[in-house]
């Protein structure tokens, strides 16, 4: 016993030692990425599953730099950003796994969610569509479209219920950090936009119309159709000023424009089927608008799905230690809002 009781003794105060200077015990790193592997998560009651890729943690520079070609305004200024470990959707919800949500079991009318549902059926959902709404632009294996950012909310909701697992939008910077994939180049693989065809459908191949999601290459972690195909909705409120109030000496942890009780605006990044190669770049951020849901005939105008927005769709990420402003964070969005 004497032979091992110096020998545990010192393990013990250097990790006493590690503990007092960086105040963790040095097995959480370990046990993260022990956690982040890439997994299939298959919807209950259903013969549908989507794939989950892992993202690891880090430090990046967000946003564009000026003498970048195609920059918009709202691009800057540059800023530093920590981003927690997660895990993000491999490719966009499809028809296949969006339907499971709403289609067989169609909201009638705007029902009063409680505060807290004990399962997923006592979350609301989409009311009957006005058109197809897939504008005949396919289902299977096709990314959703036209819907607004308080149905992907509320699928996200609906699918945390479901599965037990904490799913959501992404943050814009969590979604920025993905698309990035450790890079600082104008798109994960370079700046030359002639390249973007291998990665993307956008205007240049597309042939005006959305395609099955992950077709073409994926980015090195694994995340297909991340720029192109369709525009995919963050969390977030937009603000085209929003990068301005965030600190420039230090980075920030995962900062987020908490969405509002308005219909408009909100984040889509990552370009569509419609856009030109430099809205598909990483730092490109666009707000939605009411011409997105222009000829909707219905008084009031329907808060689930978009008439003129064939190009927007989403896919959900998965945290392993939620932020605290985002913690219970729902869609506050209601038949009444302007």
């Not at 010192?10 to 015990?25: E, P, R, S």
């Not at 530093?80 to 993000?88: A, E, K, N």
């Not at 992907?152 to 994939?181: D, N």
């Amino acid at each position: 016993m004497r032979r091992w009781i110096k020998p545990l003794a010192a393990a013990l105060t250097l990790l006493a030692a590690y503990v007092a200077v960086v105040g963790v015990v040095p097995v959480r790193a370990d046990k993260e990425k022990a956690e982040l592997k890439k997994y299939t998560e298959a919807i209950p009651g259903s013969k549908v599953s989507f794939e989950m890729v892992p993202i690891p943690g880090g430090t990046f520079v967000m946003g564009s730099p000026d003498d970048e070609k195609g920059r918009g305004g709202d691009e800057g200024p540059q800023h530093s950003v920590t981003i927690r470990p997660f895990y993000m959707g491999a490719r966009e919800v499809t028809w296949d796994e969006f339907d499971l949500f709403w289609r067989g079991r169609p909201g009638k009318k705007e029902d009063v969610e409680p505060e807290k549902p004990k399962d997923s059926d006592a979350v609301t959902r989409p009311t009957p569509p006005y058109a197809d709404e897939t504008f005949e632009l396919g289902r299977d294996g096709f990314p959703v479209i036209c819907i607004t950012h308080h149905t992907a909310m509320q699928y996200c909701r609906w699918l945390a219920l479901k599965t037990g697992k904490s799913y959501r939008l992404p943050t814009e910077s969590e979604w920025e950090y993905a698309a990035r994939a450790g890079t600082k180049t104008a798109y994960f693989y370079g700046d030359d936009p002639k390249k973007l065809g291998e990665y993307a459908w956008y205007s240049a191949n597309s042939e005006d119309r959305t395609h099955k999601v992950g077709t073409k290459k994926p980015n090195p972690w694994g995340l297909y159709d991340i720029y192109g195909n369709v525009m995919e909705w963050c969390i977030d409120s937009y603000d085209p000023k929003f990068y301005l109030g965030l600190p420039k000496d230090k980075a920030v942890l995962c900062p987020v424009n908490l969405p509002r009780p308005t219909r408009f605006s909100n984040t889509a990044r990552g370009g569509s089927w419609a856009d030109d190669a430099d809205l598909c770049r990483s730092a490109s951020r666009r707000g939605s608008t009411r011409d997105w849901i222009k000829l909707d005939p219905q008084r009031p105008q329907s808060i689930w799905w978009l008439t003129s927005a064939e190009f927007v769709g989403f896919r959900v990420v998965r945290v392993l230690e939620e932020y605290e402003e985002l913690k219970g964070v729902r869609s506050k969005v209601t038949r009444e809002s302007k």
